[in-house]
């Protein structure tokens, strides 16, 4: 509150953290350009820069196949953009990112990509052997409010299939908050409630959204809710924030817009507790270098000192 009186007083905006640690990036670079650093401290900044310049929260969105994954990104972007097939050996990862002009960008197992046109989204439904992932960019307005957060429709979880395997372990490493998607008749799957393991084993937090809620009367509702959260609890040792949507019409997702709102208002903390260590341990390599300059033979602290002041 302080920050943002000042702000108001001064007219003077705040420096993120993103900002701070790219000022402090590139300092360091010009200091390793000054002297002559070795160049491998250079490729080490260069690629901590590029790593929090394309900072994004990532949120895969997990559950069986059928579960309503596709079709509830498809409500709340206002579009049919994402097929919504019951096949599981027929999807592959999807992050949805804001962009414009709109494209998708194919990512193979061999870390090679390929541009395509958004149309060809919809044709992918098979040959999709050799893709791990696929970066889907839209000119979406809920997608432009929030262009950070990027949203991941995930292969159903429980696939047998080694490319789907592949791609929800590229997410347990790389997701930041996870959101849960259960089909009302089908709560407590034990494929979702051995994936809560994992996510719990990887110290990952997580929400979860129950679908299709109008098959049910709103008492009946209230008491599939109170157990998930049961079951979760159990689980996890932790409360964990329980939903409902119904994406037939009139559409109600309430919920599930909540939950976005609740992971965005953390991006802050989410990028402090990925990149501060990294942070950290690069200027510690720096200092260590110039520690061991100092610590040299045929080197004098003059010396150093001159090259510093240069």
Not at 70 to 92: A, V
């Amino acid at each position: 509150m302080a920050d943002r009186r000042k702000h108001f007083l001064t007219g003077v905006k705040q420096k993120t953290r993103k900002e701070q640690y790219l000022d402090v990036l590139t300092g360091c670079s010009e200091m390793c350009a000054k002297n002559s650093i070795e160049s491998i401290f250079q490729e080490k900044l260069d690629l901590l820069h590029d790593e929090i310049v394309n900072f994004a929260v990532i949120v895969p969105l997990v559950g069986k196949t059928s579960a309503g994954k596709s079709r509830l990104l498809n409500t709340w972007l206002g579009t049919d953009i994402l097929g919504i097939d019951t096949l599981p050996e027929t999807t592959i990862a999807t992050e949805l990112r804001y962009g414009s002009p709109e494209k998708l960008i194919l990512h193979d197992l061999h870390g090679n990509t390929e541009e395509k046109s958004v149309g060809h989204l919809k044709t992918l439904s098979k040959n999709t052997k050799d893709i791990l992932f696929a970066e889907l960019y839209l000119d979406n307005i809920k997608l432009k409010h929030r262009p950070s957060l990027v949203l991941v429709d995930m292969p159903g979880i429980g696939s047998s299939y080694e490319n789907h395997t592949k791609a929800i372990i590229n997410y347990v490493q790389r997701g930041h908050y996870y959101v849960l998607v259960m089909d009302v008749q089908h709560y407590s799957d034990a494929d979702v409630l051995r994936f809560v393991r994992e996510l719990t084993a990887y110290k990952q937090n997580f929400s979860a959204v129950v679908t299709k809620s109008g098959r049910k009367l709103p008492e009946q509702l209230t008491a599939i809710k109170n157990t998930v959260k049961e079951l979760f609890q159990e689980r996890t040792g932790n409360e964990v924030v329980v939903g409902s949507v119904e994406c037939d019409p009139p559409p109600m997702i309430h919920d599930f817009e909540e939950i976005l709102d609740s992971i965005w208002m953390k991006e802050a903390s989410i990028f402090q507790s990925q990149f501060s260590p990294k942070m950290n341990g690069v200027l510690q390599d720096l200092q260590h270098y110039f520690q061991r300059l100092l610590s040299g033979d045929n080197l004098k602290v003059e010396e150093i000192d001159a090259k510093i002041a240069e």
